[in-house]
């Protein structure tokens, strides 16, 4: 039998095709998404709205009944924005309602950049302050030193959607530190299944995206391994 696994992604989630790159053949992903978040002041209170876990019941609910093994809220800072405190309120929810193994993408993230060998990490996001401040605050809490926060610049939270491959490379060598062990790539909305083995080479250490993470994770919940060829993560975690 297949393995099957469950994602939740914010109403706003954009790259559905690219994620389901990551999954193998035999690996049946089921995606829900969030009730749209109708207005909002701005980039935190749209995540801290969204990183509320009453979101995650039903979704979470509706995933279990249709078989899911593991169930991701793929979000990267609506996962941090909480803190650790909140993000483990995430997955206690989604435990609470049905499902046998749950994680978040920060939590993932953690994962991965621990499982590549990072201490220090250099990050490249789309947030607008205190955002950015946040998920500093979060990889710090985790046992990281963020060494370089690189914003993509843009004029507006909603401008993340029309960022393209070039735009990521170009942010992402532009972000690099020499003391940097990794990179990380923040926001799921963000283009990074072909950049990544990319700038892995580039740069000659592990570049780590907020959808690989997240796909990685997930799938080691259900015993079987992310695809991505020349990605670190996808090797180095198995070597």
Known sequence: MNAQVGVIASYDFTREAELRRWFPPGVECTLRCTEKVL???????????????????????????????????????C????????ERALRETMTGHGARRALTTS???????????????????????????????????????????????LDAVEDVYAVGERDVLDTVVAGDRPEADALFVSCTALPTYDALPRLEERLGKPVISANQATAWALLEAVGTRAHGPGQRLLEEAHA
């Open 79 to 86: 996962s941090f924005v909480g803190g650790a405190a909140g």
């Open 107 to 153: 939590s993932a993230t953690i994962g991965a950049l621990r499982a590549v060998g990072a201490r220090r990490v250099a990050v490249v996001h789309p947030y607008e302050d205190p955002v950015d401040r946040l998920l500093a605050a979060y990889l710090d809490a985790s046992g990281f030193e963020v060494v370089a926060l690189t914003p993509l610049g």
């Open 39 to 77: 207005s909002y002041a701005d980039n935190l209170d749209l995540v801290t709205r969204l990183g509320k876990s009453r979101l995650l019941v039903e979704p979470t609910r509706d995933l279990v009944a249709r078989g899911a093994e593991a169930v991701a809220y793929l979000c990267t800072a």
